[in-house]
């Protein structure tokens, strides 16, 4: 079992910066894979990142690409999410995600992944 804990969401103003936080705990964190996926109101859940284990691959949804960075630092069992040059379309819950066994070809599916956080609101102001 694996427990997601984000943080860093808040309000940010247009062209502002906000980095996201993914704490994980119950599972050897290097063995994970870890996305970020995000739900605004009324659309569906849609990919934003995600980072593989040792190798540290990382993918993007072209809506944030050359704006997020994602990262992981096994040490502190943490990944994170850096958001720059944020947009009014970036306004939405973001959630983390897990699991110990995907491909390449399904880390932007959220099914795909077995565990999840409880999600953290990102809210971009004009």
């Known amino acids: 079992q694996v427990q997601l804990v984000e943080s860093g969401g808040g309000l940010v103003q247009t062209g502002g910066s906000l980095r996201l936080s993914c704490a994980a705990s119950?599972?050897?964190?290097?063995?994970?894979?870890v996305g970020w996926f995000r739900q605004a109101p009324g659309k569906e859940r849609e990919f934003v990142a995600a980072?593989?284990?040792?190798?540290?691959?990382?993918g993007y949804a072209d809506a944030v690409k050359g704006r997020f960075t994602m990262s992981r630092d096994n040490a502190k069992n943490t990944v994170y999410l850096q958001m720059n040059s944020l947009q009014l379309e970036d306004t939405a819950v973001y959630y983390c995600?897990?699991?110990?066994?995907?491909?390449?070809?399904?880390?932007?599916?959220?099914?795909?992944?077995?565990?999840w956080g409880q999600g953290t609101q990102v809210t971009v102001s004009s």
């Open positions: 995600a897990a699991d110990a066994s995907l491909t390449t070809a399904a880390l932007r599916t959220d099914s795909e992944y077995d565990y």
């Open positions: 119950g599972r050897a964190f290097s063995t994970l894979t």
């Open positions: 980072i593989r284990t040792i190798s540290s691959y990382t």
